[in-house]
């Protein structure tokens, strides 16, 4: 056979063999990365199940929705169950007119007994986080927060509080808290603008460690 055919027929081998060799290699390595997300994904949900197999509760008070809607966003960032606590006698504007010293709202901030009624009835026995939301009044909590805490046993519980307020920060009504029930596993909360958006939220939850 002829010397240039010869090593045309082993250039073609070469070509070939070569070409076979580099998409096994590139398939290898394909799956190996398909099977590395795969063991991610799964690293991931274990360890979500490890920090968040907890159960959590959204319980807020919230007069004029400011709070509410910090309170949706958390449950939307943590899946948890989103409940309301509803004044027996709800809020009327004139209620909360804070320049008016005779206004329910200020009467109640100045009367360490005051107590409102909750009219709905709210089961906290099955989580072990609660977020509890509330509007800063006078610096504090609003008195049927302590109604709250006086009629649901969160002994043993983490508690996270969260605000919102026109600029007062959420540290008066923490101490408040901290001091009320001391067998709660109090989480420093954050105070949130009533522009507060989706997105400082969310950041706020995830950095969260309970
Ligand atoms: C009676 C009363 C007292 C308030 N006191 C304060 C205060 O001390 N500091 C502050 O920054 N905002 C204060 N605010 C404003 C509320 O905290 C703010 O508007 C809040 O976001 C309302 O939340 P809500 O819509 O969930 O009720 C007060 C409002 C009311 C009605």
């Given at each position: 056979m002829n010397k240039k055919i010869i090593i045309l027929i082993i250039a073609i081998v070469i070509i070939v063999v070569a070409g076979i060799g580099s998409w096994v290699i590139s398939s290898n390595n394909r799956t190996e990365s398909i099977n590395n997300s795969n063991t991610n994904t799964n690293t991931n949900e274990n360890n979500n199940e490890t920090t968040n197999g907890k159960k959590i509760g959204i319980i807020y008070f919230s007069a004029t929705g400011t709070t509410k809607k910090v309170a949706g966003y958390i449950k939307d960032a943590t899946g948890g169950d989103l409940i309301e606590i509803v004044p027996k006698d709800e809020y009327t504007d004139s209620d909360l007119?804070?320049?008016?010293?005779?206004?329910r709202a200020n009467k109640e901030q100045n009367d360490l007994n005051a107590r409102p009624e909750i009219k709905n009835n709210i089961n906290?026995?099955?989580?072990?986080?609660i977020y509890l939301g509330y509007p800063i009044w006078w610096g504090d909590v609003p008195k049927i927060i302590l109604t709250f805490l006086d009629s649901h046993n969160l002994n043993g519980k983490i508690v996270i509080p969260f605000c919102t307020s026109?600029?007062?920060?959420i540290s008066g009504s923490l101490s408040t808290l901290k001091n009320y029930n001391k067998n709660v596993t109090w989480i420093d909360g954050k105070r949130f603008a009533s522009g507060a958006s989706q997105n400082e939220v969310i950041n706020w939850v995830n950095k969260l460690d309970y």
């Open positions: 007119n804070y320049g008016n010293d005779n206004s906290t026995d099955s989580y072990d986080v026109g600029s007062t920060s």
